[in-house]
T-cell receptor, first 115, second 114 residues
Framework: EAQVTQNPRYLITVTGKKLTVTCSQN?????MSWYRQDPGLGLRQIYY???????DKGDVPEGYKVSRKEKRNFPLILESPSPNQTSLYFC??????????????FGSGTQLSVL | TQLLEQSPQFLSIQEGENLTVYCNSS?????LQWYRQEPGEGPVLLVT?????EVKKLKRLTFQFGDARKDSSLHITAAQPGDTGLYLC??????????????FGRGTQLTVWP
């Protein structure tokens, strides 16, 4: 089954404790992206990757890091989490951009709470 | 700055009513997509419109792409409780520096009461 898998689903942590949210896709997609979703603000892009070893900042990259060493994996790293990073996070993937017909596949989300 | 403005933000209607959700921008997009998201899940693609003026139908849902490729609308006929969810529009940029990036609107939360 084609899917994007995120882990963990729920995470409660404390300020300053480094954490990683994993994301893996089994569709051989070139493009992967991380979003955060907050009430009233919609989906905001954190980082995206057009292919292996190619990553770029989205609209809200501060406080986050990513890496793309393998095509299937795109982990999101919070080196020193702060309470304003409490949010619902989504990983997504799609095939390479071809005139905007690509379907973006989303994971089920990671609800992060930073105390 | 929000590239795509969706309206209304909230919509609460009775079963059987019709409704329209709007997605507007001052920018041109190579395509517009509509996603639907249910609680606890990620968004799922409903439709992609690519050509200016294009109309697509998905059962009781009708999607339209504006002639200038800057806006889109979603019309639901005879809404049902199963239509309840968050509807998101998203546009693929066709600008050189942001080519291929997908921008999302803030969403319309639709609730259909039995």
């Amino acid at each position: 089954e084609a899917q994007v898998t995120q882990n963990p689903r729920y995470l409660i942590t404390v300020t300053g404790k480094k954490l990683t949210v994993t994301c893996s896709q089994n569709m051989n997609h070139e493009y992967m992206s991380w979003y955060r979703q907050d009430p009233g603000l919609g989906l905001r892009q954190i980082y995206y990757s057009m292919n292996v070893e190619v990553t770029d900042k989205g609209d809200v990259p501060e406080g986050y890091k990513v890496s793309r060493k393998e095509k299937r994996n795109f982990p999101l790293i919070l080196e020193s989490p702060s309470p304003n990073q409490t949010s619902l996070y989504f990983c997504a993937s799609s095939s390479r951009y071809q005139q905007g017909r690509e379907k973006l596949f989303f994971g089920s989300g990671t609800q992060l709470s930073v105390l | 700055t929000q590239l795509l403005e969706q309206s209304p933000q909230f919509l609460s209607i009775q079963e059987g009513e019709n409704l329209t959700v709007y997605c507007n921008s001052s920018s041109v997009f190579s395509s517009l997509q509509w996603y639907r998201q249910e609680p606890g899940e990620g968004p799922v693609l409903l439709v992609t419109v690519v050509t200016g003026g294009e109309v697509k139908k998905l059962k009781r849902l009708t999607f339209q792409f504006g002639d200038a490729r800057k806006d889109s609308s979603l019309h639901i006929t005879a809404a049902q409780p199963g239509d309840t969810g968050l509807y998101l529009c998203a546009g693929y940029s066709d600008r050189g520096s942001t080519l291929g990036r997908l921008y999302f609107g803030r969403g319309t939360q639709l609730t259909v009461w039995p």
